[in-house]
C-alpha cells in the first residue's frame, strides 16, 4: 500500500517543478517461518512474514529557455529515502544478514527498526598506544578488556560491559542504502554547437571496502598500509600488521571497513556540431552532425576502492568489483 502526496508546475513558460512525498508499506514479504522441532520437518517452510516501510521525498527542477540563437536548458533532481523494517515475526527482532566475507561470517543484519540488510560488526575505540594503555583499558568492574592485546591492536568496545569481547558486542554499523540520491543534466545549443554533461551521486550510505583478501595472507594491501602503526604515536586508525592477526584487527568485522560511499561522478558529457543544411545538398543528405562523448571521466569521492557504484547480490558489499571504464568515443550521424 502507497501513499502519494505531490504536485506539478509550470512557472512562466521555463520552470517546471514536481515535488512528491510518499510512503510505501510492503507487507507479508517472503521469509523463512521458525517452526518447533517436533515437527520433524528438515527444514524451515516460507511464509508471508516479514513487514517494511518506505518513505521519501523527491524534488525535480528544470528550466528551459531561448535567447536568439543561444537555447538553454538544466534539469535537476534530488531524492530523500527513509528504509526500515517493521516486522519480522511475533517475538523475532532480527535474522541473520544476507552477506558474508570470508572469515569474518555475515557481516549484515535484517533488524526491526534498522534498514534492511545494515552492517553489523564490531565498534572500534582507537589503537593501543603502549602497555599502560591495554592495561587501563577496563570495564565499569575494573576487569581487564582485552588482556592478550599489544600496542598497535584495536581498542574493541565493550558495549555490555561484561570485561571481554563477544559477539554480544556487536552494533549495527550503518547502511549501504543510499538517503540520498541526485542528478544534474545540462544543455546548450548554439548555431548548430551542441553540449550536454549529465552528473549523478548519492550520498549517506556505507560501503563495505574488502578489496584484500583475508583467506590469501601474502594478498597485496593498498598504499594507505605504509601509514600502519608501527610504534607509539604512529597511527590511531591503522592497526599494527602481524602474520597471525592475535587480536582479529584484520579478521573480524568492524567500523575500520566502512567507509562513505557519499560521490559525485561526471557520467556523460558530449559536444557535437551539426553542419550547415547548404553545405549538405551536394551529397543529398539532410544532416550530418559530428560528436564526441566521455563517460565516468571524473568521480569525486573519498572512497578508496575501485568504484563507489558498488554491485553484487547483496547492496554495499565490495569484494574487489570491476570499476566502471572511462571511456571517449568519436560519431557521426548522417541522414538521408
Keep these: 500500500s502507497q501513499l502519494n502526496i505531490g504536485f506539478e508546475a509550470r512557472l512562466f513558460n521555463t520552470v517546471n517543478a514536481t515535488f512528491d512525498y510518499y510512503k510505501k508499506i510492503t507487507s507479508g514479504i517472503l521469509q523463512y517461518v521458525d517452526i518447533p522441532g517436533y515437527v520433524g520437518a528438515s527444514g524451515s517452510p516460507l511464509g508471508n512474514v516479514a513487514d517494511m516501510e518506505n518513505s521519501g521525498l523527491e524534488l525535480e527542477l528544470g ?116 538517503k540520498y540520491t541526485f542528478g544534474l543534466t545540462l544543455n546548450l545549443d548554439y548555431k548548430g554547437i551542441d553540449f550536454m554533461v549529465f552528473t549523478q551521486g548519492v550520498a549517506g550510505n556505507k560501503i563495505f571496502q574488502g578489496l584484500r583478501r583475508l583467506d590469501i595472507p601474502n594478498s597485496n594491501y593498498q598504499n ?61 543528405a539532410s544532416k550530418l552532425r ?9 568521480t569525486i569521492t573519498e572512497y578508496t576502492g575501485f568504484d563507489p557504484e558498488i554491485g553484487g547480490s547483496v547492496l554495499g558489499i565490495d569484494k574487489g568489483f570491476y570499476p566502471q571504464a572511462k571511456s571517449l568515443m568519436l560519431g557521426m550521424n548522417l541522414q538521408f
Design 224 to 284: 594507505v598500509a605504509l601509514s600502519r602503526w608501527t610504534g607509539e604515536g604512529t597511527s590511531n586508525s591503522f592497526p599494527r600488521l602481524s602474520s597471525n592477526d592475535p587480536n582479529g584487527n584484520f579478521g573480524k568485522f568492524s567500523d575500520f571497513y566502512l567507509e562513505k560511499g557519499d560521490f559525485l561522478r561526471l557520467k556523460t558529457i558530449q559536444i557535437g556540431y551539426t553542419l550547415p543544411a547548404e553545405l549538405l545538398t551536394k551529397i543529398g
Design 290 to 298: 559530428l560528436y564526441v562523448t566521455g563517460e565516468n571521466l571524473l
Design 63 to 178: 528550466y528551459k529557455k531561448e535567447f536568439g540563437d543561444f537555447k538553454f536548458s538544466a534539469n535537476g533532481n534530488v531524492a530523500y529515502l527513509k528504509n526500515e523494517v517493521t516486522f519480522l515475526g511475533d517475538g523475532k527482532e532480527f535474522i541473520g544478514g544476507g552477506a558474508g566475507f570470508q572469515s569474518m561470517g555475515t557481516v549484515t543484519r535484517t533488524q526491526v527498526g534498522s534498514s534492511y540488510n545494515a552492517f553489523y560488526g564490531f565498534q572500534t575505540n582507537g589503537i593501543f598506544q603502549n602497555m599502560d594503555e591495554v592495561n587501563s583499558y577496563v570495564n565499569s568492574t575494573g576487569t581487564i578488556i582485552q588482556p592478550t592485546a599489544v600496542p598497535g591492536d584495536f581498542k574493541w568496545m565493550d558495549i555490555d560491559d561484561n570485561g571481554e569481547i563477544t559477539d554480544d558486542d556487536k552494533v549495527l554499523l550503518g547502511s549501504p542504502i543510499p
